[in-house]
């Protein structure tokens, strides 16, 4: 659910900025520093993306890093929003083994939706249980 | 066969024996103003006598990793030794006109926004170097957040043993319940940093969680 809370006024500030889908098997095969500069190269050219799948704890991490070790060194880089959208409900065991079989053959968790944009562009992610909405900036 | 048993047996109880004696590395983790500096006075000043920084409604206060090293914290008779790890609050966004609104100067409002960013930079490199992490989390504000669940993520990948700490129980809004069905496979504690309410709890699960550490 995509709520717009600026007016038909202000719409201008948003000029560039676009929402692009990246299917899993476009990062398959990347390791973490390409994973990371594909994403980068996205986020900081203005974009909202939503990539199937998602990161490594440790590569999600290292997008944080990365671009807070960018902010002030980018002209008007604030830092990123992020929100990964998955199953989150208690699994049993033969549910984690049967996951964990069927992620191993994807190559990923193709369950999974990541949302991932610039702070200039997203004002917040707000989530819980049932629902997610993406509040842009006016 | 009976040298193999004898074997195993003794280098289990030498690396006990180790394990008791060296100081265990306790992460205080969170977003900011969740409140692990808070908590990880109170600590200190309960064992110490000593605080270990300043804390402050203004989101980003501690922007260095800060140490407390040899803390003995004693609890029913037991006693462990620890390395007291408080992290700067891990976020992916910082703007320096947040600061303005708590009026703070603008040069100083970009001078703290640079330095918080840094802080977060080397709260992720500690990550791996913990040997227990505590995950403060502000029981008044909605735990479904990417931090939270990037930080607790990470801690899992790593097999480090974490602890959820849902702070400022002393308000009226606070949650706890929503922190544990967010994060149902970790305990979860609620407590007041600022008050000291529950703290024994905490405790406790600090000694149960320690026996975890690989």
Not at chain 1, 44 to 63: A, D, F, S, Y
């Amino acid at each position: 659910m995509v709520k717009k809370i600026n007016s038909k006024k202000k719409l201008g500030k948003l000029k560039g900025f676009s929402i692009q889908f990246m299917p899993y098997y476009e990062i398959r095969e990347l390791g973490s520093n390409d994973r990371i500069r594909k994403v980068l190269e996205i986020v900081l050219g203005n974009n909202i993306l939503i990539l199937q799948g998602k990161l490594q704890p440790e590569e999600e991490t290292r997008l944080i890093g990365d671009t807070m070790a960018m902010i002030g060194h980018v002209k008007s880089f604030k830092g990123i929003e992020l929100a990964v959208i998955d199953n989150s409900k208690k699994e049993t065991f033969i549910e984690r083994v049967k996951k964990s079989v069927l992620d191993t053959l994807a190559g990923g968790d193709l369950g999974a939706v990541t949302i991932i944009g610039p702070a200039s562009i997203i004002k917040e992610i707000k989530r819980n249980p049932k629902k997610i909405e993406l509040m842009l900036k006016g | 066969m009976v040298i193999k048993i004898m074997k195993n047996f003794f280098s289990r109880i030498f690396s006990n024996l180790f394990k008791n004696n060296r100081e265990i590395k306790l992460g205080f983790y969170g977003p900011p103003n969740a409140g692990k500096t808070s908590l990880a006075n109170h600590i200190c000043k309960d064992f110490t006598g000593e605080e270990m920084g300043s804390v402050s409604k203004i989101p980003h206060e501690t922007r260095n990793v800060q140490f407390k090293e040899k803390v003995e914290i004693e609890y029913k008779g037991k006693t462990l030794m620890f390395k007291m790890v408080d992290t700067p609050g891990i976020a992916t966004k910082i703007d320096y006109e947040e600061f303005l609104k708590y009026k703070v100067k603008k040069k100083e409002a970009k001078k703290r926004a640079k330095e918080a960013t840094q802080g977060v930079v080397e709260s992720i490199k500690w990550l791996e170097d913990m040997d227990l992490v505590v995950v403060v989390l502000d029981a008044t504000e909605n735990p479904y957040n990417q931090v939270n669940i990037t930080i607790i993520g990470n801690l899992q990948a790593r097999k480090i043993p974490v602890l959820i700490i849902a702070n400022k129980i002393d308000l009226k809004k606070a949650d706890i319940k929503k922190i544990e069905s967010a994060f149902p496979e970790y305990d979860t504690i609620g407590i007041s940093a600022k008050t000291g309410k529950n703290l024994e709890e905490f405790y406790e699960s600090v000694f149960k969680l320690s026996k975890k550490i690989r």
